[in-house]
């Protein structure tokens, strides 16, 4: 039982360069989310996913793209890097709503 | 936008101390929980205390919920060089489908 995996862990980008994140739980849960961790600014939802089929903006979707493939799998996409995206994106998955979010390790992305 | 804050931004302790970090939300909330990050890896639920209860145990770990004056209090008893992390809460609020929106975090040292 692996939880949350995503990858990669690291990553470099040049500025206008595309680039997808992976994003995989194994806990058969319905809900899904892509934050983002940026010092002194806490975590920032990106998008969600409540259920398969079904994906909606967070707080600081611009620049973002996300697929909800099946249940088990979510990903982020940026279509044009830009440096304001250089930070340490999170995926996590919930059973329920005001349920309890298991967190992937991060993918620490940097923009150059 | 922010819905929690932490206090204090960080916290220095020595082994065997007891540790109290406090949130302070904007809005009502369905529950409230309490998350833990090491440095370098994806954060780890502690506890979650619904808007009915005032007070909730797990093991070294106490949290109160003051609803009236939108607070909660985290303290861990006994703190050892382990508990040194950086530390969340996160709300859950407003009716229909909720996502969790995360304070900045305190981040605790625990010297040996």
């Known amino acids: 039982n692996a939880g949350v995996t995503q990858t990669p862990k690291f990553q470099v980008l040049k500025t206008g360069q595309s680039m997808t994140l992976q994003c995989a739980q194994d806990?058969?849960?319905?809900?899904m989310y892509w934050y983002r961790q940026d010092p002194g600014m806490g975590l920032r939802l990106i998008y969600y996913?409540?259920?398969?089929?079904?994906?909606d903006k967070g707080e600081v979707p611009n620049g973002y793209n996300v697929s909800r493939l099946n249940k088990r799998e979510f990903s982020l996409r940026l279509e044009s890097a830009a440096p304001s995206q250089t930070s340490v994106y999170f995926c996590?998955?919930?059973?329920?709503?005001?349920?309890?979010?298991?967190f992937g390790p991060g993918t620490r992305l940097t923009v150059t | 936008s922010q819905q929690g804050e932490e206090d204090p931004q960080a916290l220095s302790i020595q082994e065997g101390e007891n540790a109290t970090m406090n949130c302070s939300y904007k809005?009502?909330?369905?529950?409230l929980q309490w998350y833990r990050q090491n440095s370098g890896r994806g954060l780890v639920h502690l506890i979650l205390?619904?808007?009915?209860?005032r007070e909730k145990h797990s093991g070294r770990l106490r949290v109160t919920l003051d609803t009236s004056k939108k607070s909660s209090s985290l303290l861990i008893t006994a703190s050892r060089a382990a508990d040194t992390a950086s530390y969340f809460c996160?709300?859950?609020?407003?009716?229909?489908?909720?996502?969790?929106?995360f304070g900045k975090g305190t981040m605790l040292l625990v010297s040996p």
């Open positions: 996590a998955s919930s059973d329920r709503d005001r349920g309890v979010y298991y």
């Open positions: 806990m058969n849960h319905n809900s």
């Open positions: 996913s409540a259920s398969e089929g079904t994906t």
């Open positions: 809005t009502s909330i369905n529950n």
């Open positions: 205390i619904r808007s009915n209860e």
């Open positions: 996160a709300t859950d609020a407003g009716s229909g489908y909720s996502t969790l929106t």
